[in-house]
C-alpha cells in the first residue's frame, strides 16, 4: 500500500511540475516568440506594400509588447509608412517615441531620424527640432547612412538660406544628391549656368535614377527661363545658347515650341531675318499649334521689314482667319489695313 501512495504521490508531482513547466513557457518564452513573429510580419508587410495591415500591426505591437527589442525598429517601419501617406504629423509622433526610449540604441535613433530628414525634404521647409536631431544621427551614424543624413541636412540649410553650410553637407554624400543637391544651391543663389551644368552631369551618370524625370523638367524650365533672362539683358548668344539646349536636349518638350519662336525672334532682333523665317517655318510644321499664332505674326513682320509685302499681307491674313480672338489675331487687323492701304497708293 504504502509502494502505491509513493507511485501516486511521484505522479501528483510530476503532474505539477508539468503544468508548472507549460505556464513558464507561455509567460517567459512563449511571448518574446509571439513578438518576433509580430515583428516579421510587420517588416513583411511593409516591404509588400500592405499598409494597412502594417499600421496595425504595428499599433498592435505598441499595446502588447511595450517591452520588446523589436518596438523602437517597429515603429520606426510605422512612421516610414505615415510619412509615405503624408501624415507627417503622425510620423513625427511616431519617431519621437522612438528617439526619446530609454532602450534606443545608435542605429535605431538614426535610423528613425532618417524619416524626419525625409519629411523636411518633402515639405521643403528648415525645422531647427528636425536639424537638431539630423546633427545628433549625423555623429552616431555608420558608414553607410551618414552620406544619406548629410544630403537632408544639405537641404535642411538650403531652405534655411545657409548656403555655406548646405554645400559643406552636400559635399559629404554621395549618388544624386551629390549633383542635385549643389544644383539646387546654385538655383536659390542665382547661378543658373552652374545649376545647368550640375543638372548635365546628372544626365551623363544617371541616366536610370530615381529622380531623372523631374530633373529633365527641371532642367527645362531652367534651361528657358533663363535663356529668356539672357534675351531681356540683351545677351542673344547666350540666350540662343540655352534655348537650342531647350530645343535639342529632349526634342519634343513642352518648353520646344516656345524656345523655338524666341530664337526666331532674337534672329529678328538681330536682323538675321533667314534664320528666322527657317524657324518660324518649323514651328509651323509641327504639331503644337501653341506659338502658331506669335509665329506667323513675326512671319508678317519679317516679310514686311524685307519688302515682301504681299507674302506680309498672307501672313497677317492667315493670323485674322485662324486666330481672330488673339492679341495677335487683333494686332493683325491693323497691319492689313496698313498694308491695303500701301497697295491702294502703289
Given at each position: 500500500?504504502?509502494?502505491?501512495e509513493?507511485?501516486?504521490g ?33 517588416k513583411?508587410s ?61 542605429l535605431?535613433f538614426?535610423?528613425?531620424v ?45 531652405y ?47 541616366a ?37 539646349k ?24 538681330s ?44 501672313a497677317f ?30
Open positions: 500500500m504504502a509502494r502505491s509513493n507511485v501516486f511521484f505522479i501528483i508531482v510530476f503532474f505539477l511540475l508539468a503544468i508548472i513547466g507549460i505556464l513558464s513557457y507561455f509567460l517567459f518564452f512563449q511571448k518574446p516568440l509571439d513578438d518576433e513573429k509580430v515583428f516579421q510580419k510587420i513583411v511593409y516591404e509588400v506594400g500592405d499598409y494597412p495591415l502594417c499600421i496595425d500591426l504595428v499599433t498592435h505591437m505598441i499595446v502588447d509588447y511595450p517591452e520588446s527589442k523589436h518596438l523602437n525598429a517597429a515603429i520606426t517601419y510605422g512612421a516610414d509608412l505615415l510619412y509615405l501617406k503624408k501624415d507627417y504629423d503622425g510620423a513625427r509622433k511616431y519617431v519621437e517615441k522612438v528617439v526619446t526610449s530609454k532602450n534606443v540604441t545608435p535605431e538614426v535610423e528613425a532618417i524619416v524626419l530628414g525625409k519629411i523636411l525634404r518633402e515639405v521643403e521647409k528648415y525645422d531647427p527640432v528636425t536639424v537638431d536631431y539630423l546633427e545628433n544621427a549625423y555623429l552616431k551614424a555608420d558608414k553607410g547612412t551618414k552620406p544619406e543624413i548629410a544630403a537632408y541636412l544639405g537641404y535642411a540649410y538650403l534655411k538660406g545657409d548656403y555655406s553650410n548646405a554645400v559643406k553637407f552636400f559635399k559629404n554624400t554621395v549618388g544624386e544628391d551629390a549633383i542635385l543637391g549643389p544644383a539646387a544651391v546654385f538655383i536659390a543663389q542665382g547661378i543658373y549656368s552652374d545649376a545647368l551644368q550640375e543638372y548635365e552631369n546628372y544626365f551623363n551618370y544617371y536610370a535614377g530615381k529622380n531623372y524625370d523631374k530633373v529633365v523638367e527641371k532642367y527645362l524650365k531652367q534651361c528657358f527661363y533663363y535663356a529668356r533672362t539672357l534675351k531681356e539683358a540683351k545677351m542673344y548668344d547666350r540666350a540662343l545658347t540655352y534655348l537650342y531647350t530645343v535639342n536636349k529632349f526634342p519634343g518638350n513642352m518648353f520646344a515650341d516656345r524656345a523655338l519662336y524666341e530664337i526666331a525672334d532674337i534672329y529678328y532682333i536682323k538675321n531675318f533667314a534664320n528666322s523665317i527657317y524657324i518660324i517655318d518649323k514651328i509651323l510644321a509641327n504639331s503644337n499649334p501653341e506659338c502658331d499664332p506669335a509665329a506667323l505674326f513675326l512671319e508678317g513682320q519679317i516679310y514686311y521689314e524685307t519688302g515682301k509685302k504681299t507674302e506680309s499681307y498672307k491674313m492667315e493670323v485674322r482667319d485662324h486666330y481672330p480672338e488673339t492679341a495677335y489675331g487683333k494686332r493683325a487687323l491693323e497691319w492689313i489695313e496698313v498694308i491695303a492701304k500701301e497697295f491702294q497708293y502703289n
